[in-house]
Nanobody, 116 residues
Framework: VQLQASGGGLVQAGGSLRLSCAAS????????AKWYRQAPGKQREWIAS???????LYANSAKGRFTISRDDQKNMVYLQMNSLKPEDAATYYC???????????WGQGTLVTVSS
């Protein structure tokens, strides 16, 4: 199983980015996918989830600004991030696994930098 996150970059505060997560060896529509982030010196933080049936859940820090979605034909998961703030700067990771989240698979991170 491989997960590949992409789409990070430098954006001004208030701007938007869309992160993508491509998978091989695992089908997103049969599993739960999540986005996490980790800022330097901080613990990894869960941001958003999408279940196999398409239910979504967000951390308070993401509600109203971020949207997780999935393209089943492409086997991709996305994180649309709007109204970005400097505190959103972090390395963002996608992960996928069973609903009980035992031994999920992780992708490498993609760096998001937000300038004020």
């Amino acid at each position: 199983v491989q997960l590949q996150a992409s789409g990070g970059g430098l954006v001004q505060a208030g701007g938007s980015l869309r992160l993508s997560c491509a998978a091989s060896g695992i089908i997103f529509s049969s599993n739960t996918a999540k986005w996490y982030r980790q800022a330097p010196g901080k613990q990894r933080e869960w941001i958003a989830s999408i279940t196999s049936v398409g239910n979504t859940l967000y951390a308070n820090s993401a509600k109203g600004r971020f949207t997780i979605s999935r393209d089943d034909q492409k086997n991709m998961v996305y994180l649309q991030m709007n109204s970005l703030k400097p505190e959103d700067a972090a390395t963002y990771y996608c992960a996928a696994g069973r609903a009980n989240w035992v031994s999920p698979y992780w992708g490498q991170g993609t760096l998001v930098t937000v300038s004020s």
